[in-house]
Nanobody, 116 residues
Framework: QVQLVESGGGLVQPGGSLRLSCVASGSGVSIYTMGWYRQAPGKQRYMVATITRGGTTNYADSVKGRFTISNDNAKNMVYLQMNSLKPTDTAVYYC??????????WGQGTQVTVSS
């Protein structure tokens, strides 16, 4: 079993920045990928960015050039640096991990609100 805990959400003005963090814990955790997804009210959950243990990244087109995903394998952590935030980035952001045994786990989510 893997537990994911996110932090770093909040309220920010348009054009501002936030950094999300997520730590994975559990007995014998072996991470294959970690990533961030978001879900706005009344909408589906969408992939924002993912990163493999080896550092290969993937981004949604809507965040390319503004968001940067990174990881710390030693700490089982993943980060999302979000710059030039827009009101359309407002959502609950969820951390996700896929283990080497192809099990998927989700965090509880952290709210990001971009508003003036």
């Amino acid at each position: 079993q893997v537990q994911l805990v996110e932090s770093g959400g909040g309220l920010v003005q348009p054009g501002g920045s936030l950094r999300l963090s997520c730590v994975a814990s559990g007995s014998g955790v072996s991470i294959y990928t970690m990533g961030w997804y978001r879900q706005a009210p009344g909408k589906q959950r969408y992939m924002v960015a993912t990163i493999t243990r080896g550092g290969t990244t993937n981004y949604a087109d809507s965040v390319k050039g503004r968001f940067t995903i990174s990881n710390d394998n030693a700490k089982n952590m993943v980060y999302l640096q979000m710059n030039s935030l827009k009101p359309t980035d407002t959502a609950v952001y969820y951390c996700q991990t896929i283990t080497t045994t192809i099990e998927t786990y989700w965090g509880q989510g952290t709210q990001v609100t971009v508003s003036s």
